[in-house]
Structures are given as structure tokens and as C-alpha cells.
């Protein structure tokens, strides 16, 4: 099992320009997580999908940020227009089933590291 | 309002003793509880986790324990070893509510050997 990966592991970019990240989850993981890692915040949930279905994006800042998962072994995060604040390490995780049921855990991918100028 | 708080920023331990990283929480509807570590550059990786129904775990060196009335949580970690530095995230689910986790902001723990 490859687990879950990421791409691209590092992004430098101008203000203004689009951005997009990229995530295959496990494969038969129904759930997917995108995570923004700031120093200030921590690990934060921008917005999950079950079964390829957005639930939850009430973490998304704002509406330049879009998700997407066209099938179950790919999604996207899309930043459109950037801008230097967005500047973070993005994590995708997938998991099987609910977390905690049987002992079901998230399992992350080597993050995505953006930077804004 | 950080739902998850680990109060310590950062811990540093001699190789061989105990670490202790801790975790309080404030929203009573959480029932499951996990701790991830991480290293630069790495994704966080799931380390041991607790049920509500319990008060302590054990996975070889690392036990955690769960206070509910506390709303406080805690991972030890005998004995430390140089391989243990990392950053530690403790994270907690809701299984009334979503199916997310809440993180949170990590403790970074350097054995020193």
C-alpha cells in the first residue's frame, strides 16, 4: 500500500496566481480529509468528502478555496487567487469508515508546502 | 475556541527517562481520542488511541490515559529514546456528531541522548 499521496510536495508561487494541490487516498478509504497546518492555527479541517460527496466545508476560509473529487482516488484543493496568508503546509487524509469505529484511524500524506509572494 | 489544547509547546527529556505530553479538552461530546507524531517534513502518523470506555491504553512504550471528569488526557512514553523526538499531536472525534477530528496545536519533544 502506497498510502496516501501528495503532489506537489513543494509549491512557491506569485500572488494572484491559481494554485492546485493534488491527493490519491488509500485505496477503499470512503473518506477524505483536506488539513491546513499553520503555525498559528495548528492543524485545521478545511473540508471532507464521504464516498466522493462533500460533507463539511465549513473550514474553508473563504470562497477563493475549492475542493473537489471527481472518483474515489482523486481530489483536488484549488486556491484562486492566492494570496501570502494562504501560505501553509496542506494535508490530505483518508480513512475507512467512521474514526474510532473498530479502531478506524486517519492516515495522512506527506503534506503539501506552500508558499505565496 | 480551541476545542483541544495542549498547553506545552515544547518538552525536552533525557534519553531512558519518562515523557509525559499532555491534552485537556473542552467539548464533552467527544468520545475517541488518538495521538499523532510527526516529523519535519512528513505527514502526522497515528501513534495510539483511547476510547471514551477506557482510562488507559498501552501500545509497548507509550500508554495513554484518559481522565473524563478532568477532560484530560496524556501520553507516556517509557523509556524516551532519541527516536522519539518528533512533534505530538493529540486529536479527538465526536462520534454523535462528524466524522472529523479536532487537533490539537502539537507538543514538540526532544530526547536528548
Known amino acids: 500500500d502506497a498510502g496516501v499521496i501528495q503532489s506537489p510536495r513543494h509549491e512557491v508561487t506569485e500572488m494572484g496566481q491559481e494554485v492546485t494541490l493534488r491527493c490519491k487516498p488509500i485505496?477503499?478509504?470512503?473518506?477524505l480529509f483536506w488539513y491546513r497546518q499553520t503555525m498559528m492555527r495548528g492543524l485545521e479541517l478545511l473540508i471532507y468528502f464521504n464516498n466522493n460527496v462533500p460533507i463539511d466545508d465549513s473550514g474553508m476560509p473563504e470562497d477563493r478555496f475549492s475542493a473537489k473529487m471527481p472518483n474515489a482516488s482523486f481530489s483536488t484543493l484549488k486556491i484562486q487567487p492566492s494570496e501570502p496568508r494562504d501560505s501553509a503546509v496542506y494535508f490530505c487524509?483518508?480513512?475507512?469508515?467512521?474514526?474510532?469505529?473498530?479502531?478506524?484511524?486517519?492516515?495522512f500524506g506527506a503534506g503539501s508546502r506552500l508558499t505565496v509572494l | 475556541d480551541q476545542q483541544v489544547k495542549q498547553n506545552s509547546p515544547s518538552l525536552s527529556v533525557q534519553e531512558g527517562r519518562i515523557s509525559i505530553l499532555n491534552c485537556d479538552y473542552t467539548?464533552?461530546?467527544?468520545?475517541?481520542f488518538l495521538w499523532y507524531k510527526k516529523y519535519p517534513a512528513e505527514g502526522p502518523t497515528f501513534l495510539i488511541s483511547i476510547s471514551s470506555i477506557k482510562d488507559k491504553n498501552e501500545d509497548g512504550r507509550f500508554t495513554v490515559f484518559l481522565n473524563k471528569s478532568a477532560k484530560h488526557l496524556s501520553l507516556h512514553i517509557v523509556p524516551s529514546q532519541p527516536g522519539d523526538s518528533a512533534v505530538y499531536f493529540c486529536?479527538?472525534?465526536?462520534?454523535?456528531?462528524?466524522?472529523?477530528?479536532?487537533f490539537g496545536k502539537g507538543t514538540k519533544l526532544s530526547v536528548i541522548p
Open positions: 467539548n464533552s461530546m467527544f468520545d475517541y
Open positions: 486529536a479527538a472525534s465526536s462520534g454523535a456528531g462528524s466524522y472529523q477530528l479536532t
Open positions: 485505496s477503499g478509504h470512503d473518506y
Open positions: 487524509a483518508s480513512s475507512r469508515g467512521r474514526i474510532g469505529a473498530g479502531a478506524n484511524v486517519l492516515t
